[in-house]
């Protein structure tokens, strides 16, 4: 019998992007889709999976409380509309309001936790509201995915989520058909991130390695692909992007619709990122054979194996990254590919998307069963 899925999340780039392989297993299976987020320049290729939308208004990092009780009446209206069979919750406003809003409606709910920020253990005001609304909103939850032990762990310790209803996920999948390795030999020297260009993605480390890797390695090539234009704390002021730009020791690559041939051309991928769920840029790059270089926190120690795949560095340590750069600059090819291969296998094994796609399909088998 067809089910109607109700999926919220904060963009609908984030659907088209890393939650395709689901939608279109729920397609397959004839069940209707529908989708619950902020308007984009990714809501019709989002439609073109086979998804309907609701447009929501929603501020992913706004702080305000009169907008966040407007999103949970505008959750209620959608739950008492279209009485879905399951509702599923990505990211922190869908999964707390969304989450609230299904359980005052009796919807069985299903919640994805992709990573619990760096700001999550302080004793900021905010955060300890946001762990309240977590507790509440996770309380009746029919499962939890997790992406690492380490979330899963500090979320049951803290009393916001229950052991039992937690499971971990290999972060989205990856279809390793798609992200397979290409014919290329790797004895260069081009260093590629891949994220949005903020500091807690550790964007001024990267800088700062490259420039003092390139002192020595001026051949060599750094490069960041992604977004620039992010504002608040988070971000950095046009000045220093601007900065940086004219600098030179990283070609800023802006954003793309497909990191592959990006991928294809780098002969090592970085991300000294503060804090992760399971990064996806990894989990690409391994797929496809590359090398890593990563911080040594809870989401990046998923995919990257010291000295087996990749290295490991402390985060927020610019000269420990560049340390890691010149010593694969020293690497022959073939411990290189060796490194490749062997990323590439534990992708394959741990990573496929299709494991995604059978554990949710579990998941809201059971949920809906029990009601």
Known sequence: MPRTILVSINSCWNVVNFRAALVSDWITRGDRVIVAAPADEYTQAMKALGCEHINITLSARGTSPAEDLRLYREYRKIFRSLRPDVYLGYTIKPNIYG??????????????????????????????????????????????????????????????????????????????????????????????????????????EYVEAAREVRRVHPQARFQLLGPTNFGGSDGFQ??????????????????TDDVRPFINR?????????????????????????????????GCRRIVQ????????????????????????RLSHGQRQKMGAAGRELVTRQFDDKIVVAKYAEAISRAIRAG
């Open 266 to 298: 780098a002969d090592c991928v970085v991300l000294p990122s503060y804090s992760e769920g399971v990064p996806r840029s990894l989990i690409e790059a391994a797929a496809m054979g590359k090398p890593l270089i990563a911080t040594d926190i809870a």
């Open 238 to 255: 046009s000045d220093t992007l601007n900065n940086w730009k004219e600098m030179g020791d990283v070609e800023f690559l802006g954003p």
């Open 99 to 204: 989450s609230l809003a299904a359980r005052v409606a009796g919807i069985p709910i299903i919640n994805n936790i992709t990573g619990v920020g760096i700001g999550f253990a302080d004793g900021r005001l905010v955060t300890i509201l946001i762990r309240a609304l977590y507790r509440h909103a996770l309380a009746r939850s029919h499962t939890i995915f997790f992406q690492n032990n380490e979330d899963r762990d500090r979320f049951v310790e803290a009393g916001l989520a229950a052991l039992s209803s937690s499971q971990i996920l290999p972060g989205s999948g990856v279809d390793i058909e798609r992200f397979c390795p290409a014919r290329r030999s790797s004895c260069g020297s081009t260093f590629l991130m891949i994220g949005r260009v903020i500091r807690s993605k550790g964007v001024a």
């Open 306 to 329: 010291a000295d087996v795949n990749g290295t490991l560095v402390p985060p927020r340590n610019s000269k420990a990254l560049a340390t890691a750069c010149r010593e694969f600059l």
